[in-house]
Antibody, heavy 120, light 107 residues
Framework: EVQLVESGGGSVQPGGSLRLSCAAS????????MNWVRQAPGKGLEWVSY????????YYADSLKGRTTLSRDNAKNSVYLRVNSLKAEDTAVYYC?????????????WGRGTLVTVSS | SYELTQPPSVSVSPGQTASITCSGD??????ACWYQQKPGQSPVLVIF???KRPSGIPERFSGSNSGNTATLTISGTQAMDEADYYC??????????FGGGTKLTVL
C-alpha cells in the first residue's frame, strides 16, 4: 500500500523550532518529487515547499522562506521539514504530499498530516 | 503573486450537476488540478492536468480549463460528494498556488 506518514508535530512556543518527518512506503521513493502543504485550522491549503528526486533542487513558499529547511534521505525513504522562528500563524496541520509522474505537477498521494501548534 | 479565486460556496440538489470555478490570470495556459477534502480527512486528487481522473475517481467528476477559468464539474451529484474542493496550479515551476476552496453543499 502506498503510504505517507508524517510525524514530529506538537506544541511549541513562539520562536521555537520543529523538525517534521514524512516516512514513505509502498513505492520507489527516490523516483518521486515531494512537497509539504499546510492547512491552518478552518482555513484552506497552503503550499510550503518542494524537493526534487535527488534533493538538489528545493523551493519554498515566500511565507516560510529563510525559516525553513527541506531535505530528504532516499536511503530511509523519508523527507524532513525543519521550521525555525515559529510564529502563531504557523499553527497548522502539515501534510506531506507526493507529486505524480504526469506532465505537470500535482499531488497524487497525501499523508494524514501532523499538527503543529505554536502558542505560549 | 499568482492568485486563484474560487467561490466560497456552491449548492446543488442531489442528482443535479455542480460546477465549481477557479479563476486566475491566463490559467488556461497552465495545468490545473482539483482536490476534494472531507471534514477531518486529507485532500484527495480528483482531477489532474485539467481533465484527467485518477484511478478510483468516479466518472461523474470532470474538468476543463480555458482562458482564465478552470472548472470542476460533478454530474449526478451525490450526498457523498459534499466536501471542500480546492483548485491548484503552478505559477511557475517554482511556486505552487491553491485556490481558497469551495464548500459544496448537497441539499
Amino acid at each position: 500500500e502506498v503510504q505517507l506518514v508524517e510525524s514530529g508535530g506538537g506544541s511549541v512556543q513562539p520562536g521555537g523550532s520543529l523538525r517534521l518527518s514524512c516516512a514513505a512506503s509502498g513505492f520507489t521513493f527516490s523516483s518521486y518529487e515531494m512537497n509539504w502543504v499546510r492547512q491552518a485550522p478552518g482555513k484552506g491549503l497552503e503550499w510550503v515547499s518542494y524537493i526534487s528526486r535527488s534533493g538538489d533542487t528545493i523551493y519554498y513558499a515566500d511565507s516560510l522562506k529563510g525559516r525553513t529547511t527541506l531535505s530528504r534521505d532516499n536511503a530511509k525513504n523519508s523527507v524532513y521539514l525543519r521550521v525555525n522562528s515559529l510564529k502563531a500563524e504557523d499553527t497548522a496541520v502539515y501534510y506531506c504530499a507526493r507529486e505524480g509522474l504526469g506532465a505537470t505537477k500535482y499531488f497524487d498521494v497525501w499523508g494524514r498530516g501532523t499538527l503543529v501548534t505554536v502558542s505560549s | 503573486s499568482y492568485e486563484l479565486t474560487q467561490p466560497p460556496s456552491v449548492s446543488v440538489s442531489p442528482g443535479q450537476t455542480a460546477s465549481i470555478t477557479c479563476s486566475g490570470d491566463e490559467l488556461g495556459d497552465k495545468y490545473a488540478c482539483w482536490y476534494q477534502q472531507k471534514p477531518g480527512q486529507s485532500p484527495v486528487l480528483v482531477i489532474f492536468e485539467d481533465v484527467k481522473r485518477p484511478s478510483g475517481i468516479p466518472e461523474r467528476f470532470s474538468g476543463s480549463n480555458s482562458g482564465n477559468t478552470a472548472t470542476l464539474t460533478i454530474s449526478g451529484t451525490q450526498a457523498m460528494d459534499e466536501a471542500d474542493y480546492y483548485c491548484q496550479a503552478w505559477d511557475s515551476s517554482t511556486r505552487c498556488e491553491f485556490g481558497g476552496g469551495t464548500k459544496l453543499t448537497v441539499l
